[in-house]
């Protein structure tokens, strides 16, 4: 994910396609909202030496509130299934992992929700091995819906100011993916602008924020006519390239995905 290059190096900002595109698979209708709890990253528990030595495994079940920031709540987290030993380990991580919330369908931002998921704690060959789950009901099926229709036929960036590459992610080498939230109306204006959690969002998030906010949308054929506004979400990805520059205007690449309203 995160890449380390000398800092001799011209920069550029790329993105996925924002215009109509055949080559790019879009997601439109109530892809975003179906889309549950998902695991950004999770820090591995310290396996139990008296158990990793006797070659004992255990399965936690985690129960716990997960924050509009991706957080757990601590106060709510809840272990069972295993011995102490095997959930003090957990205990001692958990601050520290971090999920994308859904999507509230009144802001198009992230909201708390619940959280359960397992972690299984396995010795293979004398080692230890910690693995966790997807939490529970992540995977919603595809409604038809959200299988039909094409953002691209739906909005069309018009006009805004490309998004700088931050002067400390670029000279500590730092490139990643963020994905941003955002409402956009039937002006093609844009609010509710969120940087959603993630493990650049605190490089990229300031500069993000700076222009996202400011972009204009061409409304297109598709967009609902009966809605005041589409949830969207844009993936950016932000990468250094040598003896390479970002090109003068607006941002021209970006992959999107809405959610009606």
């Not at 506004?229 to 993936?235: L, M």
Request: net charge neutral.
């Amino acid at each position: 994910m995160t890449l380390h290059r000398a800092a001799a190096t011209a920069l550029v900002l790329a993105l996925l396609p924002i215009a109509a595109s055949s080559q790019e698979a879009s997601t439109v209708g109530d892809a975003l909202l179906e889309r549950g709890l998902r695991v950004v990253s999770v820090v591995a528990p310290d396996y139990p030496k008296d158990f990793l030595a006797r070659g004992e495994g255990a399965t936690l079940d985690v129960e716990a509130r997960v924050l509009a920031d991706g957080a757990i709540d601590p106060a709510t987290l809840r272990l069972a299934g295993a011995n102490d030993a095997f959930a003090a380990a957990v205990r001692e991580v958990a601050r520290h992992w971090l999920f994308m919330p859904r999507l509230d369908p009144s802001t198009c931002n992230g909201t708390a929700g619940d959280l359960g998921m397992k972690v299984w704690f396995e010795v293979a060959d004398g080692k230890p091995k910690v693995s966790v789950s997807q939490p529970a009901g992540d995977a919603t099926p595809e409604s038809q819906a959200a299988k039909s229709g094409s953002s691209a036929n739906m909005l069309r960036k018009k006009s805004g100011n490309q998004v700088a590459y931050p002067e400390n992610a670029f000279r500590g080498g730092v490139e990643g993916t963020v994905a941003i939230a955002a409402k956009v109306d039937r002006t093609g204006q844009v609010s509710n602008v969120e940087v959603r959690p993630g493990l650049y969002k605190r490089w990229f998030e300031r500069e993000i924020l700076q222009a996202v906010p400011y972009w204009q949308f061409e409304v297109l054929s598709e967009y609902p006519k009966d809605k005041e506004f589409v949830c969207a979400e844009f993936i950016a990805d932000f990468r250094i390239h040598d003896n390479r520059i970002p090109p003068p205007g607006g941002i021209s690449d970006l992959r999107r995905r809405t959610r009606q309203n």
